[in-house]
């Protein structure tokens, strides 16, 4: 079983939809990581967490320590959200230079 | 005017051939990656370097040659390249490698062994 679970795999939505993609894991952590990867292949960091939530535009990000447990939330989806969103956690043991452990990812269509 | 940059973005090459992929960051970090995201997407940490010290290396086979020049560059040499090397190698840099901090990724190169 991977160190970090996302749910769903795949997830199809309609233009205007709000969207919610989960991340549990099972380590203590020090921070957690949304990353976003287009269709062209290019990965771009979106949020680091460490705690409570952040937005950004139409995107925010909430994290619960307790329960290991964070989600990404897509307010008022558009076509152009459709990627691949990546949770990644940073491990509290390992030095400060501990590696990302990543979730397998979340394939998000938007469909006009 | 890119942050963190690879050359090649795209590299065929034979089984049994050795090659590089570069990584260069303008970012003024301390520390950089490389990443592989295999067939599946799957993304693996490979290496992690902190001003050209080698930090991370993590279950990689020693035909993978991680180089740093200087702390703005870490390029990645691979010998004897096998078809299970193919994958889309992702560098990545930030500022000091601390727990909580933003990596920054280059575009990826994606390379094919045949």
């Known amino acids: 079983k991977n160190e970090v679970e996302q749910s769903p795999q795949n997830l199809t939505a309609q233009e205007g939809e709000f969207i919610t993609i989960n991340c549990s894991y099972s380590?203590?952590?020090?921070?957690l990581h949304w990353l976003q990867q287009h269709p062209g292949g290019g990965i771009v960091s979106l949020f680091m967490?460490?705690?409570g939530k952040k937005k950004h535009g139409r995107l925010i990000a909430t994290i619960n320590i307790q329960e290991k447990h964070s989600s990404l939330h897509i307010t008022a989806s558009h076509p152009r959200d459709s990627a691949v969103y990546i949770c990644?956690?940073?491990?509290?043991?390992?030095?400060?230079?501990?590696?990302?452990?990543f979730g397998k990812g979340t394939k998000l269509s938007v469909k006009p | 005017d890119t942050a963190v940059s690879q050359t090649p973005k795209y590299l065929v090459t034979q089984m049994g051939n050795d090659k590089s992929i570069k990584c260069e960051q303008n970012?003024?970090?301390?520390?950089m990656y490389w990443y592989k995201q295999d067939s599946k997407k799957f993304l693996k940490i490979m290496f992690s370097?902190?001003?050209?010290?080698?930090?991370i290396n993590e279950t990689v086979p020693n035909r993978f040659s991680p180089k740093s020049p200087d702390k703005a560059h870490l390029n990645l040499h691979i010998n004897s390249l096998e078809l299970g090397d193919s994958a889309v190698y992702f560098c990545?840099?930030?500022?000091?490698?601390?727990?909580?901090?933003?990596?920054?990724f280059g575009p990826g190169t994606r390379l094919l062994v045949l």
């Open positions: 990545a840099s930030s500022h000091s490698g601390g727990l909580q901090e933003t990596q920054y």
């Open positions: 380590v203590g952590i020090s921070a």
């Open positions: 967490l460490s705690s």
């Open positions: 990644a956690v940073r491990p509290d043991y390992g030095g400060s230079q501990g590696n990302l452990i």
């Open positions: 970012l003024g970090h301390d520390t």
């Open positions: 370097y902190n001003n050209k010290e080698l930090i």
